[in-house]
Each structure stands twice: as C-alpha cells, then as structure tokens.
C-alpha cells in the first residue's frame, strides 16, 4: 500500500487507540443499550406469547432480539460525523486543516471508521451479552465472520457520506443538529431500525425498497441473523452505488462550502 | 406568585427570542424532534397493525403514553432545560453566576435556559393527540393537569440525578444515563413488564408516573389514583430541592471567569 494510503489507515490507527483510552467511559455511556434491549425483550416475548407462534415474518424470538442488536450495533458504532464537521465549520478548525497533507474527507471517514470500530466491539459485547442473557443464542453463520467485518466498513460508508453531507451544511446554517435529525430519523424509519421491513405492511414496504436506507440498516442485520452468499451479493451492489452517490454529493457539498472559508492570518 | 410568574415569564421571553434570532435553525429542530416522535407513533401503528391489543393496551392508549411523554418532556427539558445541565454546571463551577444574584438558586437555573428542540416535543404531544385520539374535553383537561404533572416528576427526577454531582464530582454520564433509562421505560406500556420491574417504575425509576398514570386516568378517570400522581409529584419535588439546597453546602466556587451566553 502507498504512502498515499498508509497515512489513512494511520490515523484511523490513533481513533482507535484514543478510543480504547476511555473503555469504561465508553461502556457505561452504553448503559442505555441494555435498557433498550431489556425493553424490547419484554416487548417481543410478551408479543409473541400473545401471538401463540414461534416466528413472526420468518423471525423467532431470537432472532428478532439478535436482529435488534445488529441494527443497534450499525448505529450505535456510528461516530457523531455531522456534529463533528459542524463545530470544525463553526468554530474554523477546518481552516486549520486545509493545509495539512491529507484529504480532509478521507482524514475524518478514516476517523470515523477507527473509532466506529472500537464502538462496534463494545456495542456488540454489551448488546450480545445482555441478547444471550435475556433469550439465548440464534444460528449465527461463523465462517461468515469476516464476511461482516467487511459489511460493517460498507454500510459506514455509506452512512458516513450521508450524515457527512449533512454536516458540512453548516457552512450555510447555524445550526444543522434539527436537519441531521430530520435525515436521520427517515432513515430510521425506512431502514428497518425498530422492525424488520418484511413486517410492514406492503405499501410502505415498497417505499423502503426504492430507497437507499433499507442497505444502511436493515439490509446487513437481516444478513446478521439470516446469512445467504447471495445476500452478501445483492447487498455490496447497492452499497457501492449508493455509496459512490453519496460520496458525490458529499464531496461536491464540500467544495462548494469551503470556497467560502476566509482564512485570516495570526 | 405574580413576581414568579412574572419572573419566569421575562426569561422566557427572552430565551425564545434569543432562539428564534436564528429562525431557520429553529424551525429545523422543531421539525427534527417531530419527526423524531413521529418515527415513534408509527412503530407503533405498525406494531398494532399486526398485534391490535397488548395486555389490554391499544394504539390509543400509546398514543396518549407518547402524547403525554413528549408533552411532559416538552414542558420540563424544552422550558427548564439546565434541569439536564446540572452536573455540567456544578462541575464546572458555573453556579457562581446564580449565587450571587438574589433569586432562588434552584428556580433561576432551571428557567435561564430552554430547549428548542424540546420544544418540538411539546408541539408535537397536541398534535398526534388531535390526529388519532377521540377527545372529549374532560379527557382534554386530565390529559393537560396529567402532562404538567408528569413534567413535575421528570424534572424534579432530573434536579435529583443531576444533584449527586455534588456528592461524586462529575456524575454527567450517570445522570444521563438515569435520565434516559426513565424517559425510554416511560415510553413502553407498563403492563410488559413483571412485577418487580414494575415496583422500580413507580418507585426508583419514576417511569410509571410519567406515562402510565396519565394513560389511566385519560382513559377513565379515578381520583384515588389522580391523587397517587398529584402525591408522586409533591413528593419527588420536594425531594429535588431538599436534595439539591443541601449538595449546595458542598459546592465549592469555580473561580472561573467566563462570558455568560
């Protein structure tokens, strides 16, 4: 690999090890996670005792649980890229940045990638545990194990350029924390982030399959509990086009915005 | 009473003209926090698509839970929203401002910053509650007093967390995490959970007050258990300001000189 290239890996390097700095801050910030899930539980094993079946839309109990966790797992990994780019707007560190030797796009999804990474590992052990605790284990298809760790770097990038583009509206706005929510929580919506989209009812379904949020979210968790070969496949091919998509849109966001960056010396 | 009104009042006027100088940015965050519980009503009206009764709770009564929650969120993190700042505050020596000037030290933190985006849950509470509810106006009216209850117990719950800053040094992530836990239980139908957790809700973790109260007495009012909330409210305000007036003894003065926005 290239110098070029190296510097990236670098530094999502160092947002790892900063990371790990603050393990137990970071695992009692997920306290909220057990809760979640201890609520969801409760939920799901009362619905399906009430139901009298074993599985609702192809889901038993655990898998449903375990389906919960992975899209937690896909979100809550997901570092606060708007926020971020929208206080280095704000508070004109971008400016510093502009003449550093690296790409500032590629520096913070370099970033973003390290440090998601060390949330997944907590995520995953807390959520994971308190799922196998509270309902058991599910059939989870382990030779696929890297198949994952390479879908997870997949989907946060397509989600790194979505919530990017959105804070790098700062430099238009004050404020871009309301509209991050507004993209955000469509996204939750479509993306399958409470249900899986086979429980919906079909009109709403045939909304989440035109658009890109059900690859973001739902798409890689149903694969967590469901794994096929060709799930890998039909997932990656919407994932780079989206991806690429919104790569673009980022990028031209971000040219057009930093034009407007006036740096005073001093 | 009218100096305190009248006192609540000016901050409030100022606060929300202070937030609306950047209109644009405000609007966002109302709109975000609606679509925000809206994401919410509609898991909901999906999950009661398929399963029409849970334990005796339907898709009105969730509606009235979520109504009542944003409403109550509404009023006490959107109008007092240093109720969530105050480890924050006290850990950074940002009291000082407060002691020196002769107001209540408690009432003149909580009211000297609101929350735009809390303020969208308060909109957004009336709103699905027109939509998707049959109202009466007796139903109305409890709804209302219930709401300005449940906002009652979540602040004064928020004062009492944010208060053992004053005993552990920095508890910003515990209360945090104390507050979250309340406000997520608030948002489920109670009749989930066993028994045991349920003595938490209406004890440790006053989830139960906040939303499932209200959503019995909406749904058919009784007086004793009006009584219990109106109780569960005096009882855990009184608590927040015995709490907080005596971690206050313990405060030690930031020394910091700071700009005040």
Not at chain 1, 91 to 105: C, F, Q, S, T
Not at chain 2, 25 to 44: H, K, T
Not at chain 2, 87 to 103: F, I, S
Not at chain 2, 138 to 158: G, K, Y
Request: aromatic share 16%.
């Amino acid at each position: 690999m290239s110098k070029r290239w190296l510097k990236y890996l670098e530094v999502a390097r160092v947002a790892v090890r900063s990371r790990v700095a603050y393990l137990w801050d970071q695992l009692l910030s997920n306290v909220t996670l057990v809760i979640i899930m201890f609520v969801f539980v409760q939920l799901w094993k009362v619905t399906y005792a009430y139901g009298n079946v074993d599985a609702f839309a192809g889901y038993s109990l655990p898998e449903m649980i375990w389906y919960l966790v992975a899209t937690e797992a896909i979100v809550m990994s997901m570092p606060r890229i708007h926020a971020t780019l929208e206080q280095e707007v704000k508070d004109g560190d971008l400016a510093l940045r502009l003449n550093k030797p690296y790409n500032y796009l590629l520096f913070h999804y370099s970033q973003f990638i390290g440090e998601g990474l060390f949330k997944l590992a907590t995520v995953l052990a807390l959520g994971g545990l308190t799922a196998y605790l509270l309902v058991g284990g599910f059939a989870f298809y382990w030779p696929a194990l890297p198949v994952f760790l390479l879908l997870w770097v997949t989907t946060q990038t397509v989600n790194f350029f979505y919530s990017a583009s959105v804070g790098l509206l700062a430099f238009w706005m004050e404020e871009v924390s309301g509209v991050y929510l507004l993209f955000d929580r469509f996204k939750w919506i479509l993306g399958g982030m409470l249900l899986p989209l086979e429980i919906y009812p079909p009109a709403v379904r045939r909304v989440a399959e035109v658009l890109p949020f059900r690859y973001m979210i739902a798409g890689p968790a149903r694969l967590f509990v469901k794994f096929t070969w060709d799930g890998v496949w039909q997932l990656l091919g919407p994932q780079l086009v989206w991806g690429l998509a919104f790569g673009a849109v980022c990028t031209a966001i971000y040219r057009l915005g930093v034009r407007r960056v006036d740096v005073n010396g001093g | 009473m009218a100096k305190f009104f009248a006192f609540v009042g000016a901050y409030l006027k100022v606060n929300l003209a202070a937030a609306l100088e950047y209109r644009a940015s405000a609007v966002s965050q109302v709109l975000g926090m609606f679509i925000n519980d809206g994401l919410w009503v509609m898991f909901w009206m999906l999950y009661f698509t398929k399963f029409p009764v849970i334990r005796g709770w339907t898709l009105e009564d969730v509606v009235v839970m979520w109504a009542v929650v944003t409403v109550s969120v509404g009023l006490a993190m959107g109008l007092t929203f240093n109720a969530r700042r105050i480890p924050e505050l006290v850990a950074q020596g940002q009291l000082d401002y407060y002691l020196t000037l002769p107001k209540d030290v408690l009432l003149h933190l909580l009211v000297s910053r609101i929350s735009i985006f809390n303020l969208g849950d308060m909109l957004f509470g009336p709103v699905v509650l027109v939509l998707l509810v049959k109202l009466t106006w007796a139903r109305v009216a409890v709804f209302l007093v219930a709401s300005v209850l449940a906002a009652i117990i979540m602040m004064a719950f928020s004062v009492l967390t944010g208060s053992l800053t004053f005993y552990m040094g920095n508890s910003e992530t515990l209360s945090a995490q104390l507050f979250n836990t309340v406000l997520h239980f608030s948002t489920y139908p109670a009749p989930i959970f066993d028994t045991g957790v349920k003595v938490v809700l209406f004890t440790l973790i006053p989830a139960g007050f906040i939303s499932t109260v209200p959503v019995e007495l909406v749904r058919e009012f009784h007086w004793m258990q009006f009584l219990e909330l109106l109780g569960a409210a005096a009882l855990f305000s009184g608590l927040a300001v015995v709490v907080f007036r005596h971690g206050l003894k313990r405060y030690e003065s930031g020394n910091l000189m700071m700009m005040r926005s």
